[in-house]
């Protein structure tokens, strides 16, 4: 019987066959492929190498436009692992993700907002506001977050 390709040489084909085209797509802007490419970066795999740092910049780059960046972020900030633990990032990511509206559907509103059916989908929205309600973060966060998210306004703002 004649041996074909070992197991583990179609993982590694596989793995970084994904990685590639991921990356590509997140090259082009697109959110969603932004936000794969930078979960592959955070968990790596067996033949890819863990890069959180770049990880964290393709997610700050689309967190005002996606709320799943956002809370990407703050969750990073809040454990600790694949950056340093800051829970005023993570409470400015947190607010980010809480200033966009819900999108859950009506009829399943409810039980995504009180987490009965979460493991089939979470609401960013509801969790993040979970997460600012239980989480204890240093009183001056909400007074941080205003001053911080008033320049990246300004910024945004057109100069004369």
């Not at 066959?17 to 790596?44: H, N, P, Q, R, V």
């Not at 780059?61 to 950056?83: C, V």
Request: with cysteine; glycine share 4%; proline share 3%.
């Amino acid at each position: 019987m004649e041996s074909g390709t070992p197991l583990r040489e179609i993982v590694r084909i596989l793995e970084r066959s994904w990685k590639e085209e991921y990356k590509k797509e997140a090259k082009k802007g697109l959110a969603d492929a932004k936000i794969i490419y930078a979960k592959i970066l955070i968990k790596g795999a067996a033949h890819i190498r863990k890069n959180p740092k770049l990880a964290i910049k393709i997610l700050k780059e689309i967190s005002f436009k996606s709320p799943e960046a956002s809370l990407m972020l703050a969750k990073l900030y809040l454990k600790g692992k694949s950056a340093a633990k800051d829970l005023y990032k993570a409470y400015y990511y947190l607010r980010i993700t809480v200033g966009f509206d819900c999108k859950c559907e009506d009829r399943y509103k409810a039980q995504l907002h009180s987490g009965e059916i979460s493991n089939v989908f979470s609401c960013n929205y509801a969790l993040a506001l979970r997460l600012l309600n239980m989480c204890r973060f240093p009183d001056d966060c909400e007074e941080r977050f205003r001053v911080k998210f008033e320049k990246h306004i300004q910024k945004l703002k057109p100069t004369k």
